[in-house]
Structure formats: C-alpha cells, structure tokens
C-alpha cells in the first residue's frame, strides 16, 4: 500500500511537470499521436497472419500500411499549419484511401495460394527500419515520419515484385514505388524547410 502511495506521488509530480510543456504546444501531442500510430500499424502488422502467398500477403500488409498513412495524414490535417504539408497530407491520404479500396476488392477475390513466400517476415524487418527526427512542430515532425513510412513501403514493394504473381499486385507495387518516391522527395524538402 505504501509503494503504491509513492508511486502514485511520483507519477503526479511527473505529470505536474510535464503537462505544462504539452500545453504549451498542442502540436508536440500530434506528433506523439502520429508516432503511435505509426507503431500501431507495425504492431497491427505484426500480429498479421501470413498465408505464404506473396500477392495476398503483400495486400494485407500494404493495406495496413496505407491506413496507417491515412491516420497519420488525418493528424496532419487536423492539427497542420503550414499549408504545403497539409496539401500533401491531403493528398497522401486521398491516394491511400483510393489503393485501400482496390486492395479490398483484391482480398476478396483472390483465394490465398499456400505457398513459401518469406515476404511477410522481410516486410517486418522493413518496417522496423529507417529513421526519422522530431522536433514537436507537427508539420516537419509528419514530414519526417512520413518519408520514412513512404520508404518502408518502397522498399516493401521492392521486395514483393521479386516473387509476385498477379498483375493486379505487380501493377499497385510498381505504383507504389513511383508515387511514393515522388513524395518522399517532397516530404524531404519540406521537412529540411521547416527544420
């Protein structure tokens, strides 16, 4: 009982020092919700079931991984201020929310194939990859956060094309590869402009 008591002195002394400085900026509490996010997606993929069908596979995984961008993007667009990155946001998540759909339909018409694809473990040390900095301005921290996911799906598809076998997928991978690299250089810039 005693510890509990300590402990609980403890953590509101913590908090009483720490709530000032996230009131003091909203924007440091929207980059730790995009960085929770960002790892509930890892989390959400982790916990993913692989059939060993790198093109059902690669479709759950890019799902997830695009929602992921989708919710990080709602972030920024609610809680933004500079206008290039909310643009970008807007567009990133109008994109993803576009593939998701396609990748709904995929899932439900394409019965996984048993197969020994090692494409779901590779896609886990993937995204447990790259780096990003933060430095509590929303915009360059969603800039930043959101080159290194681009990446992570790049490379992801990068991955998949080596074995894929659909179109469909092959088709959404190559995709994949060449907007999000396209973003990736603008998400760059614009995080080194608003460092």
Known sequence: MKGNLIS??????????????????????????????????????????????????????????????????????????????????????????????????FLSSHKPMSGSSKLGQQGMEIMHSGKHSMNGNVDHDYASMMAQHHQQGIDMARVFLKEGKTEKMKTMANNVIKVQTKEMA?????????H
């Open 8 to 105: 609980a002195a403890v953590l509101t002394t913590v908090l009483a020092f720490t709530e000032p400085m996230f009131a003091q900026s909203g924007q440091s509490s929207a980059s730790n919700a995009m960085m929770k996010s960002m790892q509930s997606g890892m989390t959400k993929m982790m916990g993913m079931k692989m059939t060993g069908d790198p093109d059902h596979d690669f479709a759950m995984m890019l799902k997830m991984h695009h929602q992921s961008a989708v919710d990080m993007s709602d972030m920024e667009i609610k809680q933004g201020k500079n206008a290039q990155v909310k643009a970008l946001g807007i567009k990133i998540k109008t994109n993803n929310q576009k593939e998701i759909k396609e990748l709904d339909q």
């Open 186 to 194: 603008e998400l760059k810039k614009l995080e080194v402009n608003l």
